[in-house]
């Protein structure tokens, strides 16, 4: 049962494009527009100039790099969250803290385990699912990774990373329409209450907390706020998607949306249903601190919402395009100076970017999208996330730091870049200098097969015979 964006608990730049504003409380204190690092960050970054990289003279990290991160945020972009100083989330950022993760992961007992809840101690779900969002570890290096684990465990895991796939391949597909009504709709309830997860609900109110304290849920339990949000409460999906993303460590657009379009209907039709049944066998013992224990308001299933067939045509006009899959081997533009620099989005922050890996002696460049990042108004553990991949990628290589707009701040340095599945990335490389752009690592390359469902996708690779579990 594919669950929601939701599904990226298990195994799901800040993204750099279509993202519209969220409801968060608005900057209060400026900012300059664009600026270079500043000197203390270039001590930890690089020292600002742009040759610095290449000369191998920017020093590593010598700070700790959590604690320098939360400081460095707070300090440097503490202005474009939506929590002030903030904190950071409950997994760390970073291709070492990626690496032990995964060295720690066991795949038997996935599939029994991988939606419990409480007690904490019998949880399945991998926790690894921020790295694969940002790159740091790759959705074909994890197919290959549990490729000897049980049978049963096996299939599961792939299944959680084909919904990711498919999730990416839906929004190669779609671009921004996967913020609208995907194939039904049903208007939101007049009566919606602001803030649907709001109240004394035990259930919800560990759900939030562990969503607004650690920036991670596991699948169950994202199933239960989107439901309890949009099929109980029948408040906008786009609004509880938009709090989801803020939060989640590991959010990103294609599996949020993805996952909220099923399970609010949007997909088949059919929403699902979330009640304190859930919450029992998931979650023992969690009823029984409840102030509601007693007269539980969830007792019953939610009332199926009325879901209509959203505007068919445009819908699989939509769905009927071409993907935008990027190139399948580097493409070398031979009419422009060769490149000086790669620039990293944060689609794909790990030491394995392929632009990383072709340029091993060009320094890498990230930019703080600033004019993004006030619309989006991120919590402070995303953006610490971020910038400990970063630290941590700075004791290998030079990394240059920016704020700014990507397109003024990249403006006449000749680039190589690894193509990233979003729509804002190919209008930005349209924009920008690109010597030499890398195939994105797609776990199975986009076509222009049946996209509409999880299901119709799956059987498109099967037909294909482009898919083994």
């Not at 009325?306 to 006009?317: M, N």
């Amino acid at each position: 049962m594919p669950a929601t964006g939701c599904r990226s608990g298990d195994v799901d730049t800040v993204p750099p494009s279509d993202e519209r504003e969220t409801s968060c409380v608005p900057c209060t204190h400026g900012q300059p527009h664009h600026r270079r690092v500043t000197p203390e960050l270039s001590q930890r970054f690089g020292d600002g100039d742009p040759d610095a990289g290449r000369t191998g003279a920017s020093p590593p990290l010598s700070l700790d790099p959590t604690d320098d991160a939360v400081g460095w945020v707070h300090t440097h972009l503490g202005h474009l969250t939506c929590d002030g100083p903030g904190r950071p989330g409950g997994i760390r950022g970073g291709e070492r803290s990626a690496r032990a993760a995964l060295a720690g992961f066991d795949v038997a007992g996935y599939a029994a385990r991988r939606n419990e809840v409480l007690p904490v101690s019998r949880r399945g779900a991998s926790g690894l699912s921020p790295y694969i969002r940002h790159g740091l570890l790759t959705l074909p290096e994890m197919w290959t990774t549990v490729a000897d684990g049980p049978t049963r465990d096996r299939r599961k895991f792939r299944d959680e990373l084909l919904w990711q796939e498919y999730a990416r391949h839906l929004y190669a597909r779609v671009g921004r329409a996967l913020g609208d009504d995907l194939r039904y709709t049903a208007a939101p309830t007049a009566n919606a209450p602001d803030d649907p997860w709001a109240g004394d609900l035990a259930c919800v109110r560990f759900a939030v907390d562990e969503l607004e304290t650690d920036g991670w849920l596991v699948n169950q339990t994202r199933m239960w706020l989107a439901s309890h949000w949009s099929v109980r409460h029948g408040a906008d999906w786009r609004a509880g998607e938009d709090r989801f993303f803020r939060h989640l460590l590991d959010g990103s657009r294609a599996a949020n949306r993805a996952g909220w379009q099923w399970t609010t209907g949007r997909v088949n039709g059919s929403a699902y249903g979330f009640s304190r049944r859930q919450v029992e066998r998931r979650a023992p013992g969690l009823c029984d601190s409840c102030a509601h224990r007693h007269r539980c308001p969830i007792e019953q299933w939610p009332d199926d919402p009325r879901l209509d067939r959203a505007g068919a045509d445009t819908a699989d006009t939509d769905l009927s395009g071409a993907p935008d899959a990027g190139p399948d081997e580097p493409e070398l533009d031979a009419s422009v100076p060769p490149a000086t620099a790669v620039w990293l989005t944060a689609e794909s922050l790990g030491d394995s970017d392929p632009a990383l890996v072709a340029h091993p002696d060009l320094p890498a460049v990230f930019v703080f999208d600033e004019p993004l990042l006030a619309r989006l108004r991120l919590a402070t553990k995303r953006l610490v996330f971020l910038t400990e991949c970063l630290a941590d990628l700075a004791e290998r290589r030079s990394v240059e730091v920016y704020l700014g707009d990507p397109v003024e701040v990249l403006a006449g340095r000749a680039l190589a870049t690894t193509h990233s599945p979003v729509p804002g990335g190919a209008r930005r490389r349209g924009a920008l200098t690109i010597a030499a752009l890398h195939p994105w690592p797609w776990l199975r390359r986009p076509t222009n097969g049946p996209i509409g469902s999880f299901s119709a996708w799956r059987r498109g690779l099967e037909s294909a015979q482009a898919l083994t579990v």
